[in-house]
């Protein structure tokens, strides 16, 4: 192996993913399965985690699951320790588990806020603690991705669905990734965030039928993300080959945020 490979092997490492059971959460846990990150993906249901399982496991990867409803404390702590207990430690954390409530923010129900907030923030802060005070803050040592979107970098035209508590989420956990790296920059950890732009997934679904179209046509590069287009970008971020690199949002949006 050259030097230069030996900065992207994840041989050895644990990586625990949020919301990987399909979606962009199951991407980034093939990239980093697949450079050698043992994968355990957390989600609600246990038919789509087995099913993400095997899809691995037919690939090679290293792969395990633990199903959690995430917008509790008390469950996050759980994943964490269930975690541990199987692994003994945690060296990558990817926080993809999210959702979403369409609705004009004059009129978005007090129940729907909550709801998005509850996983989206709330959830993702639980278990980054809990995560850290059981493995990275005592080894010294941790990779946090935290998923963000460019829907939490910019707003959108009064056209398009209203997202404001996905979107009011999405900006929060953008400082939270800023703030969380200069604190935690010296127990080695580094904490930085990926904002997607429009991915095609079962969140999505209900835009990009309507307005798929018109989204990639207003995209620089002129396409939606792929199903390979998280995997460099997350491989970077968890791996030594980005060990000088915290507290920043990379954008992989085929270039939306920039117009």
């Known amino acids: 192996m ?7 092997d994840l041989s050895g490492r ?3 993913i949020t919301g990987g059971s399909r ?5 980034i846990a093939e990239a980093l399965g697949e450079f050698g990150a043992a994968v355990v993906l957390a989600a609600r249901k246990a038919d789509e985690l087995d099913t993400a399982v095997a899809h691995l496991a037919a690939q090679g990867v290293n792969a395990s699951a633990i199903a959690a409803d995430l917008r509790t404390q008390e469950a996050a702590q759980t994943l964490a320790e269930r975690t541990m207990a199987a692994h003994g430690r945690i060296d990558i954390l990817v926080n993809n588990a999210g959702t979403a409530w369409g609705a004009p923010a004059e009129e978005h129900a007090p ?3 909550r709801r998005v907030m509850d996983l989206n923030l709330d959830g993702l802060f639980f278990l980054t603690q809990a995560v850290a005070r059981a493995s990275m803050i005592p ?7 935290n998923i963000a979107s460019i829907e939490g970098l ?3 035209h009064h056209s398009a669905m209203g997202t404001i508590a996905y979107a009011t989420s999405k900006g929060a956990v953008v400082q939270f990734t800023r703030a969380l790296a200069a604190e935690w920059g010296h127990y080695g950890i580094t904490v930085n965030a990926i904002a997607p732009g429009w991915f095609p997934s079962r969140m999505t679904r209900a835009v990009l039928e309507r307005q798929g179209a018109d989204l990639a046509e207003r995209t620089p590069l002129g396409r939606l993300g792929g199903p390979d287009d998280l995997k460099g970008a997350a491989l970077l971020l ?3 080959a980005g060990g000088h690199i915290t507290g920043q949002i990379l954008s992989v949006d085929g ?5």
Do not use: M, N
Not at 23 to 27: D, S
């Open 238 to 240: 968890a791996s030594d």
């Open 139 to 145: 080894r010294k040592s941790g990779k946090i991705i």
């Open 2 to 8: 050259t030097a230069l490979a030996k900065l992207f």
């Open 111 to 113: 129940e729907h806020w």
């Open 255 to 259: 270039g939306a945020s920039v117009i």
């Open 23 to 27: 979606g962009l959460g199951l991407q």
């Open 154 to 156: 910019k707003g959108h």
């Open 14 to 16: 644990v990586a625990l």
